[in-house]
């Protein structure tokens, strides 16, 4: 398999993704703006988002996809089958459990993630927002379920666009649903549930072809099995310290919502705003990379080939920093042209557009080290290695409030924005130097020299950028959309060829980055 050609594909459709998702974003922001309406929305989803990745995403994609590869490696399509199926039963009862609790508890749930909202009529909104969305959490946990098995058995196209299914039932939603509501924000929820239906219905073709469709045991007899299923347990051990991992993490995210309820009005919005723009390139490089990379880590490890193991895990880490410092450069000095032709619409306002940037540049602080996680922690979980991210991701979230305490009160929401970041780092840093000390990462490369080699690529970029975001005046261009749409475009396609030709000159070549996996 080349891991290039691999990790392009699920990064276009990635970018497909992430463009419908800015997209739905530009839509909400001139539909809705920052209001308490937006900041009830983004709270009642921030737990369905929560609760996907602790089921879906997160926890059970580390377990399960390390241990299907190890099985898969061994040429029997039969014990694969009776581990997909055996997992498949035993996620479905799970979810089947959370949703109904959910449902049930979302007044205390909202209470408790936003104490902010007590008493006001964004409270209600969010509580009946959370129980019509909350079924989503089991729709897409059976989507990742199949995306994992599609991604082991290197079908990686299909998994990559089915994100694109939410934002189009969310823009439709938008669209045409929401006029029709006497609560307009409504819509936005049947939306993501819709979205849910879509992204389960299209894996079911593609798994189907590879004779792979799980099937779920709905009588007592195929629950037990399920349940003694040896292979399956192996999953369930080793959920049991990613789902802390993945705890951490979202509990940060958690925290973070709650401080933000209690600033100015319409913090939660400004942050969600940028965080959406944030995660674009941490989800078209690291994203993308991390789901070429496991499989085969997985594969490697299963067959005792560190070398291989080894020498992949420096080839994501080298992409990464090819990839993710232009626009870590981007969203610091960039984001205020970015913010203001993505979001600056209807209700959207000028201050919004000041308070949005602020905390993309925050973001920015952090983001190669949000991609490295990306990169680095598959290389501990295609070891079966949970426990050492787990004593990390808790170490970042006690320093990461900490930093809350000093950050929050000098810089309000940007403040918050920027704790993550550094959080982000000081993850990163932790998990290097564990891989280092485990032999995981290849000796021999010459970091050093390439990242002065890269670093010098960078400043034509950073002086191009910086140029042109002071250059015009970006906000009060509100009324030449086109325009502004155009100068964008304009600039971020010169600062991309400056780089890349830098690049060249300082000895950098694409070639370098052709790699196969077995």
Not at 57 to 83: N, R
Not at 485 to 495: N, P, Q, T, Y
Request: contains cysteine.
């Amino acid at each position: 398999m080349n891991l290039l050609s691999a990790a392009a594909k699920v990064s276009s459709f990635t970018m497909l993704s992430r463009i419908t998702g800015l997209l739905r974003e530009t839509l909400i922001a001139r539909s809705f703006g920052a209001s308490e309406w937006t900041d009830a929305f983004n709270v009642a989803f921030r737990l369905p988002n929560l609760l996907r990745r602790l089921f879906a995403e997160g926890a059970f994609s580390q377990a399960f996809v390390p241990i299907l590869g190890e099985v898969s490696s061994k040429d029997d399509p039969a014990q694969s089958k009776t581990l997909i199926n055996a997992v498949a039963t035993l996620l479905f009862w799970a979810l089947l459990l959370t949703v109904a609790l959910g449902i049930i508890g979302a007044p205390l749930l909202i209470l408790a993630i936003a104490t902010g909202f007590s008493g006001s009529p964004a409270y209600e909104a969010s509580v009946v927002m959370t129980q019509i969305m909350f079924p989503y959490i089991g729709l897409i946990s059976m989507v990742s379920l199949s995306a994992g098995i599609l991604n082991t058995f290197q079908r990686f196209a299909i998994p990559a666009f089915t994100p694109v299914l939410l934002n189009l039932a969310l823009v439709g939603s938008a669209v045409w649903l929401a006029p029709q509501l006497e609560q307009p924000i409504y819509a936005l929820a049947f939306g993501v549930l819709v979205g849910g239906v879509l992204q389960l219905a299209i894996q079911i073709p593609a798994l189907r072809r590879l004779g792979l469709l799980p099937r779920i045991g709905l009588l007592p007899g195929a629950i037990r099995s399920a349940w003694i299923n040896p292979d399956a347990r192996r999953v369930l051990k080793l959920m049991g310290p990613a789902v802390f991992a993945v705890s951490v993490a979202q509990i940060s995210l958690v925290i973070n919502t709650n401080i933000a309820s209690r600033l100015q009005t319409g913090s939660v919005s400004w942050l969600s705003y940028a965080d959406r723009l944030m995660e674009f390139p941490t989800a078209l490089l690291g994203v993308a990379l991390g789901t070429v990379l496991l499989p085969s880590l997985s594969r490697a490890n299963a067959q005792q080939d560190t070398k291989q193991a080894s020498e992949l895990l420096v080839w994501g880490l080298q992409l990464t920093f090819l990839l993710a410092a232009p626009c870590a450069v981007a969203l610091l000095l960039f984001g205020e042209p970015i913010a203001a032709v993505l979001y600056h619409y209807g209700r959207f306002t000028a201050l919004d557009v000041v308070m949005t940037q602020q905390a993309l540049a925050a973001y920015g602080v952090g983001l190669i080290g949000l991609i490295l996680i990306k990169i680095l922690a598959p290389g501990f979980y295609a070891r079966q290695d949970i426990r050492t991210p787990v004593r990390i991701a808790l170490l970042v979230l006690i320093s990461t409030q900490l930093a809350n305490i000093v950050l929050v009160p000098l810089l309000g929401h940007t403040g918050l924005a920027l704790s993550v970041g550094l959080g982000a780092c000081l993850n990163a840093a932790l998990l290097w130097i564990g891989l280092h000390r485990r032999g995981a990462i290849a000796a021999g490369f010459g970091w050093t020299k390439y990242l002065i080699q890269l670093g010098i690529a960078l400043i034509p970029l950073s002086l191009l950028l910086y140029y042109g975001a002071n250059l015009h005046q970006w906000i009060a261009m509100q009324s030449e959309p086109w325009t502004r749409v155009g100068l964008l475009a304009a600039w971020i396609l010169g600062a991309a060829v400056v780089y890349f030709i830098a690049l060249w000159i300082v000895g950098i070549r694409w070639q370098h980055f052709r790699r196969h996996a077995k």
